[in-house]
């Protein structure tokens, strides 16, 4: 590097770093001024603007449904049971049973039938014999207060 080329960088440099002061001189910002500011700035208020919105009216959409229809419900599975009458025991008589064994029951000869739908009573009935097949006569059906109370 010549010795011209040298003189000419280091002016520059030397210039650069004057107008660097001159302005840092010019404006002198400090810890109060930025706090001051801070300060100031928190209790000025907001200034938003707000336009009122204009929505349409809602309208109730006149509905084309036909009347309650409970035909939806006539496809569901459920569980029927008529219980004769109960008994326990252990498991070492039950062991014992065999064929011609006579198990006892808690019910009478002749006292209506509990007859369940999913595991909850609905009705009560005596047995009938139809076409050589035994079958349930209803002869109560349980109330719906009777119903609701055996939920509890």
Known sequence: M???ESNALNEETATEGMTAQ?????????WEDGKQDAETSKFQPVKTEVTEM???EIKK???VRPSLDMN???DIPLTLNVELGRSRMLIGELLQLGQGSVI?????????MDI???QRLIARGEVVVVNEKF???LTDIVSPTERINKLR
């Open 2 to 4: 010549e010795q011209n």
């Open 22 to 30: 001159a302005v840092a001189s010019d404006i002198e910002v400090g």
């Open 54 to 56: 204009a929505f349409a």
């Open 61 to 63: 959409k006149e509905s």
């Open 72 to 74: 939806f419900i006539l």
């Open 104 to 112: 006892e029951l808690t019910k009478l000869a002749g006292e209506p």
């Open 116 to 118: 369940y739908v999913n």
């Open 135 to 137: 079958g349930v006569r």
